[in-house]
């Protein structure tokens, strides 16, 4: 995932897009604690992609501040 098809998206589409990764993060430390985890890699790329989705939801919000 991208930045630039986050910006396409709407405030409410990546508040929904943020609620899933947070669930696939809570998921994936879950396995790495049990130890069934196969692919180690996708906690740092969920964790990332995460941030990737705040900072566009606060840089719209900024914006829309912005214009008022």
């Known amino acids: ?3 630039q098809e ?3 998206k709407t405030p409410d589409q990546l508040r929904e897009e943020l ?3 947070k669930k696939e993060s809570f998921n ?3 396995q790495q604690a ?3 985890m196969e692919n180690t890699a996708r906690m740092k ?3 990332r992609d995460a941030a990737r989705v705040k900072t566009v939801l606060n840089q719209k919000a900024a ?3 912005a214009e008022e």
């Open 28 to 30: 994936l430390r879950f």
């Open 45 to 47: 790329a969920a964790r």
């Open 6 to 8: 986050l910006h396409d």
């Open 19 to 21: 609620a899933n990764l």
């Open 63 to 65: 914006a829309a501040a």
């Open 34 to 36: 049990t130890g069934q």
């Open 1 to 3: 995932m991208n930045a």
